[in-house]
T-cell receptor, first 112, second 109 residues
C-alpha cells in the first residue's frame, strides 16, 4: 500500500534561518507531488507541484523553493525564513491529474 | 475572490444529529469536485470525488451532492459521531485545484 511521510512534524525556527522540509512517498512510482501551505482558518494554498524528477512548477512568488531529487522525494526549502512563512505545510501525491490526492501528516512551522 | 466558497464557516451539532455543509463555486468547467475531511493538526483525507456528470456520491455516513446548473455541492453527515469533529474542505478541480476555506464541525455529546 502507498504511504506518504513528512518530517519533521513540528519545527520552530528563528527569522532568517534556512529551512528544509522533506516528503517521501512509498508504494507508487512517478507520482505527481505537491506542496501546500495552510494558514490558520484559511484554505490550502498550492506552493509547488512536480510531475517528475527535476520538474518543479511554482504557483506563487515567494522566498521558498522546491526540489525533487528522486522520484518519490520532494523537498521544500528556504534560504532565509520570514515571519510570514509560519504555517502548516502539507505534502500530497496523486497518480495522475484528476485523481484523488493523498496528503501527508503535515509539518507545523513556527517562525519567531 | 475565492472561486470556492463554503458555508457555514463553523457549526456545532449534537451527537446523533444530521448536518449539511454547503459549497458554492464559480470554477467552470471542471473535471471533478472533491470533499476532504481534515482532523485538527493532520493532513486532509479524501471523502468523495464526483465528476461533472455525477449528482451524488456516498461514503458511509457521508453523502455528497452536486448540482452543476447552480454550481453548488453539499456534504450531508448522517447520525453524527464525535469522530466527525473536523474541518471539511470542498475542492474543485479544473486541472488546477481550487480549495475552499473549509467548514469546522464540532460534534458534542
Amino acid at each position: 500500500s502507498q504511504t506518504i511521510h513528512q518530517w519533521p512534524a513540528t519545527l520552530v525556527q528563528p527569522v532568517g534561518s534556512p529551512l528544509s522540509l522533506e516528503c517521501t512517498v512509498e508504494g507508487t512510482s512517478n507520482p505527481n507531488l505537491y506542496w501546500y501551505r495552510q494558514a490558520a482558518g484559511r484554505g490550502l494554498q498550492l506552493l509547488f507541484y512536480s510531475v517528475g524528477i527535476g520538474q518543479i512548477s511554482s504557483e506563487v512568488p515567494q522566498n521558498l523553493s522546491a526540489s525533487r531529487p528522486q522520484d518519490r522525494q520532494f523537498i521544500l526549502s528556504s534560504k532565509k525564513l520570514l515571519l510570514s512563512d509560519s504555517g502548516f505545510y502539507l505534502c500530497a501525491w496523486e497518480t495522475g491529474e484528476g485523481e484523488t490526492q493523498y496528503f501527508g501528516p503535515g509539518t507545523r512551522l513556527l517562525v519567531l | 475572490k475565492n472561486q470556492v466558497e463554503q458555508s457555514p464557516q463553523s457549526l456545532i451539532i449534537l451527537e446523533g444529529k444530521n448536518c449539511t455543509l454547503q459549497c458554492n463555486y464559480t470554477v467552470s468547467p471542471f473535471s471533478n469536485l472533491r470533499w476532504y475531511k481534515q482532523d485538527t493538526g493532520r493532513g486532509p483525507v479524501s471523502l468523495t470525488i464526483m465528476t461533472f456528470s455525477e449528482n451524488t456520491k456516498s461514503n458511509g455516513r457521508y453523502t455528497a451532492t452536486l448540482d452543476a446548473d447552480t454550481k453548488q455541492s453539499s456534504l450531508h453527515i448522517t447520525a453524527s459521531q464525535l469522530s466527525d469533529s473536523a474541518s471539511y474542505i470542498c475542492v474543485v478541480n479544473d486541472y488546477k485545484l481550487s480549495f475552499g476555506a473549509g467548514t469546522t464541525v464540532t460534534v458534542r455529546a
